[in-house]
């Protein structure tokens, strides 16, 4: 959902990306790189790109082309941060990922006699705890082990600030 970008997705990402480094995608200002933005160079090394530029770029080149809009809350914010961090190849391989592991989880359930109305209403969250748990996996596999500390904390902080 649109609303969910602007008054969810963006704060809690900007939080987490909203200084300069220099890492594998070059100099880096509120998660745009100069790798992927060579275009914008000057402006991420004068570091003067504003909120509402980045939260543009953020909305075209990743949650549109990542299908947040199509997804439900929780889900959406966290696929979004997850298309910032890791990049949308990583989304594509773990998005159908989440649904078939609930999936799983749902015939277990159901086969214990567990399944209710409120059981699907939860179910996004659920999707949204798997796919994170399918991050955190992905992080200790392609971040170098300096990084993985803070990227798996961010995860972390994902799940408290959105389930």
């Known amino acids: ?22 890492d594998s995608g070059g100099a880096t200002y509120k998660g745009i790189s100069e790798k ?8 991420i090394m004068a570091q003067t790109l504003t909120d509402d530029e980045v939260a543009q770029i953020y909305m075209t080149k990743y949650w549109i082309p990542a299908g947040c ?10 696929v979004f941060d997850c298309a910032v961090n890791l990049g949308l190849d990583d ?22 006699g567990l399944t209710s109305e409120s059981f699907w209403q939860a179910k996004p969250y659920l999707d949204a705890a798997i796919y994170t748990a399918l991050r955190i996996e992905k992080h200790n596999i392609k971040t170098p082990k300096e ?13 408290r600030t959105f389930l």
Do not use: S
């Not at 959902?1 to 220099?22: C, D, Q, S």
């Not at 989304?91 to 592991?101: F, G, T």
């Open 1 to 22: 959902m649109r609303e969910n970008f602007r008054t969810k997705a963006i704060p809690f990402t900007l939080r987490w990306e909203a200084g300069f480094t220099v």
């Open 36 to 43: 992927q933005f060579p275009e914008l160079r000057e402006r």
């Open 69 to 78: 809009d199509r997804l439900p809350f929780p889900l959406d914010c966290i």
């Open 91 to 112: 989304v594509e391989v773990m998005l159908p990922e989440a649904p078939k592991v609930g999936a799983h989880l749902i015939d277990l359930f159901a086969a214990l």
């Open 147 to 159: 990084y993985r500390r803070g990227t798996v904390n961010r995860c972390y902080d994902a799940l």
